[in-house]
């Protein structure tokens, strides 16, 4: 069974242009999350989506961050115009709520962002 | 909000025991989670901890005191591909909301 798929794996792009990330849940997680980390640092959640419902959005800023979950399955995460603070690795997780003792989140290799 | 607390870097011998510590200051505690990190690698799950007590899973063990807001990982036999961060990470019955601490950088030496 295939993990939690994510594309681009890196990502170079100059301040103030858009980029878009994609992420593939392992098939029957209904719940997927939106995690950017810094270096030396933990994940930070942007978002946590319960099917297509986006329950806790509370740390993602909004002015030039978006995302969706269409259909409850795929997600895209999007930041227009992109700053230099942006640069970080953008993880996506996704998690079944029955298995969470035994499995946890399942993290994809995250997409690696560099603004210049 | 939620302070989680972990030591920056630990140094230990291959063959040893390490235990990393975890302390959080939460409300609505809802379970803790322990994974790895290796270098340029996704986080991957170790551990989950709900209640009191210890949970050994062949050479990792995790444990969790509620009324302390503390946790441990404790890690046998230390093997060189042991080196990685160890991530300790708490939800709460907020809506299922996870918080992560910002790693322990485990080196494990000859």
């Known amino acids: 069974e295939a993990g939690v798929v994510q594309s681009p794996r890196y990502k170079i792009i100059e301040k103030k242009q858009p980029v878009a990330f994609w992420c593939n849940p392992i098939s029957g997680h209904n719940t997927l999350y939106w995690y950017r980390q810094n270096l030396g640092q933990g994940p930070e959640l942007l978002i946590r989506?319960?099917?297509?419902?986006?329950?806790?959005d509370s740390q993602l800023p909004k002015d030039r961050f978006s995302a969706e979950r269409l259909k409850g399955v795929d997600s895209t995460l999007k930041i227009q115009p992109a700053e230099l603070g942006d640069s970080a690795v953008y993880l996506c997780?996704?998690?079944?709520?029955?298995?969470?003792?035994?499995?946890?989140?399942?993290f994809g290799s995250g997409t690696r962002l560099t603004v210049v | 909000g939620q302070n989680i607390d972990q030591p920056t870097e630990m140094t230990a011998t291959e063959g040893a025991i390490v235990q990393i510590n975890c302390t959080y200051q939460t409300s609505g505690f809802n379970g803790l989670f322990w994974y790895q990190q290796h270098a340029g690698e996704a986080p991957t799950f170790l551990s989950y901890?709900?209640?009191?007590g210890l949970e050994e899973k062949g050479r990792f063990s995790s444990f969790l005191s509620r009324s302390k807001g503390y946790s441990y990982l404790l890690l046998k036999e230390l093997q060189m591909k042991d080196s990685a961060s160890y991530l300790c990470a708490v939800i709460t019955t907020n809506a299922g909301k996870s918080t992560f601490g910002d790693g322990t950088t485990l080196t494990v030496k000859p």
């Open positions: 997780a996704s998690s079944f709520a029955g298995a969470l003792a035994n499995y946890g989140y399942t």
């Open positions: 989506y319960e099917n297509e419902e986006a329950v806790d």
């Open positions: 901890n709900v209640l009191d």
